[in-house]
């Protein structure tokens, strides 16, 4: 029996090409049978985002300097590519970017509970399908309550912040990896590799870990 391919993903719930590319590994992994065991962990795309957040295409032509149209274009790119993935990106003129602190701070109390990856998927479909303020703790609450999880302790962890230091530290730790954006996966704690790379190249990439094992 192998042992399961460890995966670990850095990644933001407010990265779509972060939702992208776990499908696109997840459907990887599921054609070549590759036993593995995924650890999300946090990064913050914008740490200094302000609680009432941002517009998404106001934000975008800000921080990267898009047009209108460029910021149009890569929307329908990704709403397409969401669409062959079983994922519904709903962009709209009123989305939002939210500051996602108290998310990180939410999955790390989910991994406690073993739901990481549960609250992991939830989150990205309500922010990006449902459009919700994943800065408003109310409303994290919500969705780990529907999940299961209970909702009166994810207040409570939200409230007092209790995981904040562990969210920086493991922040801190990708950084001095020298990660700096994201989807970033390291496949058996020595292959980093970013971005979505899309269907065939994880599988790719997962035939040459298997052959490099065997």
Same mark, same amino acid.
């Given at each position: 029996m192998t042992d399961p391919l460890r995966i670990d993903i850095v990644s933001d719930v407010m990265c779509p090409w972060c939702i992208i590319g776990y499908r696109q590994l997840a459907?990887? $992994?599921?054609? /070549? %049978?590759?036993?593995h065991d995924i650890h999300w962990h946090p990064f913050e795309l914008n740490p200094q985002m302000p609680p009432e957040g941002q517009n998404t295409r106001d934000h975008i032509i800000e921080?990267?300097?898009?047009?209108?149209?460029?910021?149009?274009?890569s929307r329908q790119q990704m709403k397409a590519l969401g669409d062959d993935l079983g994922f519904d990106f709903a962009w709209a003129e009123d989305s939002r970017m939210h500051n996602t602190f108290n998310a990180h701070?939410?999955?790390?109390?989910?991994?406690?509970?073993?739901r990481m990856h549960d609250?992991?998927?939830?989150?990205f479909t309500a922010h990006f399908t449902h459009r919700r303020? $994943?800065?408003? /703790? %109310?409303?994290?609450?919500?969705i780990a309550s529907q999940i299961g999880l209970d909702r009166t302790e994810a207040e409570a962890v939200l409230t007092d912040q209790r995981y904040a230091n562990d969210v920086r530290r493991a922040e801190q730790f990708w950084q001095q990896q020298g990660i700096s954006g994201v989807p970033a996966m390291v496949?058996?704690?020595?292959?980093?590799?970013t971005g979505a790379q899309g269907v065939e190249n994880y599988t790719s990439i997962l035939?040459?870990?298997?052959?490099?094992?065997?």
């Open positions: 459907l990887a $992994l599921a054609a /070549t %049978g590759t036993p921080k990267y300097g898009s047009t209108p149209e460029q910021s149009e274009q701070q939410l999955l790390h109390w989910a991994n406690t509970q073993g609250l992991k998927q939830a989150l303020n $994943l800065s408003d /703790t %109310g409303v994290l609450a919500e496949f058996d704690r020595k292959h980093l590799v035939t040459q870990l298997a052959q490099m094992k065997g």
